[in-house]
């Protein structure tokens, strides 16, 4: 591999990954590239998993330094999100372009929409009825994460936010969490199926893990509102790319 490509996907990863930890969608960039660099689709999605995986890693770091960890709450979450990832990764069930890109635009429009939706009871707080339908949420992200992966960070926001009712901060501390736990699954589901380049891998694993160790600091440092500018704003763009592009 080329110095230049080298260099393209350290850049790449460094923005998606930072993307990713504010916000999501980050795979919409390293997706592409890996198809550009030459890797059929099955193989991309695979090789882009090592590159999450190693990310949010480092972003687990970053808000554990920041004293915002909470592990025993966010392994709760995440153990409700890993049959459906096993589930959604063995699947993939094949679906045409045009409907993925529907079905994307779909989500970051809900996505939207729901953070200017007030919500009912305690920050933090979650009552019986409502657990039953967070666990249930929690259960289908799963399965898109191991099935789709591109976008699902939008999902858990709104899941997390709304249902959990944890204030962004804490979103994103438990989002990089569970999906540090279910991705681990999923790259052995593609690892045994020879679809992981493990060298481009590991070269956009080290700008995923740097920007997403960046995004965590800076996340905790400026706050919801930072946080809700960065997830709008990106949100935005990907639907109007989806849309119309």
């Known amino acids: 591999m080329d110095i230049q490509n080298i260099f393209l996907l350290f850049g790449v990863g460094l923005l998606a990954g930072f993307i990713n930890v504010n916000a999501g969608g980050g795979s919409t960039l390293t997706l592409p590239l890996l198809m550009f660099l030459g890797l059929n689709g099955a193989t991309a999605n695979g090789t882009n998993r090592v590159a999450i995986f190693i990310q949010n890693i480092f972003a687990v770091w970053g808000f554990n330094q920041e004293k915002k960890s909470t592990f025993k709450k966010s392994f709760l979450f ?116 020879g679809n992981i380049d493990w060298i481009i891998g590991i070269i956009l694993s080290a700008g995923n893990a740097t920007g997403g160790w960046i995004a965590a600091r800076i996340s905790v440092q400026k706050g919801d509102k930072f946080i809700r500018l960065i997830l709008i704003l990106t949100l935005l763009i990907f639907a109007y790319k989806l849309l119309v592009l």
Request: net charge positive; hydrophobic share 60%; proline share 3%.
């Open 78 to 193: 995440s153990l409700f999100t890993l049959p459906g990832a096993v589930i959604g990764a063995f699947l993939a069930i094949k679906i045409s372009d045009a409907l993925f890109k529907q079905i994307l635009a779909g989500v970051l429009i809900f996505v939207i929409i729901s953070m200017f939706l007030p919500r009912p009871g305690k920050e933090g707080t979650v009552g019986k009825k409502e657990s039953v339908y967070l666990y249930l949420a929690l259960f289908g992200a799963g399965f898109y994460g191991g099935f789709i992966q591109a976008g699902v960070g939008f999902i858990f926001m709104a899941i997390l936010y709304h249902l959990a009712r944890e204030n962004l901060v804490a979103v994103n501390v438990h989002k990089v969490f569970i999906i540090l736990i279910y991705t681990l699954p999923a790259i052995l589901i593609f690892a045994l199926s």
